[in-house]
């Protein structure tokens, strides 16, 4: 059974950091393709990065690019996402993702972690 259970968020200060993380078990996490996806009050999903299981290469929304960093622990089965900057508008439910649908889309989701940047 494929399980994605995100830690790590709370409250934070514009300008802070957070770090979520993401424990993966019940598939080959090691080579798996993985993404973070967020979702505001009112608003639709939307994507921040993805991590290519296989090659280790990264990508960005623009709205994150430089502030966020997605990386994993392979050791650890450990997905994380380090948040730097951090603005009110990044305020948002943040899931974790296997993303084995084809073209990055995730197939399995976590249950989520809050973030909420506000001073």
């Known amino acids: 059974e494929v399980q994605l259970v995100e830690s ?3 409250l934070v200060q514009p300008g802070g950091s957070l770090r979520l993380s993401c424990a ?6 090691s080579t798996s ?6 979702q505001a009050p009112g608003k639709g999903l939307e994507w921040t990065s ?9 990508f960005y929304a623009d709205s994150v690019q430089g502030r966020f960093t997605i990386s994993k622990d ?5 997905l994380y ?9 990044d305020s948002a439910m943040y899931f974790c993702a296997r993303a084995g649908g ?10 989520g972690t809050q973030v909420t940047v506000s001073s």
């Open 8 to 10: 790590g968020g709370g």
């Open 24 to 29: 993966a078990s019940g598939f080959p996490f």
């Open 33 to 38: 393709d993985m993404t973070w996806v967020r």
């Open 50 to 58: 993805t991590l290519n299981g296989k090659t280790g290469d990264t």
């Open 74 to 78: 392979n050791a650890k089965n450990m």
């Open 81 to 89: 996402l380090q948040m730097n900057s951090l603005k009110p508008e």
């Open 102 to 111: 084809g073209d990055f889309l995730p197939d399995y989701w976590g249950q």
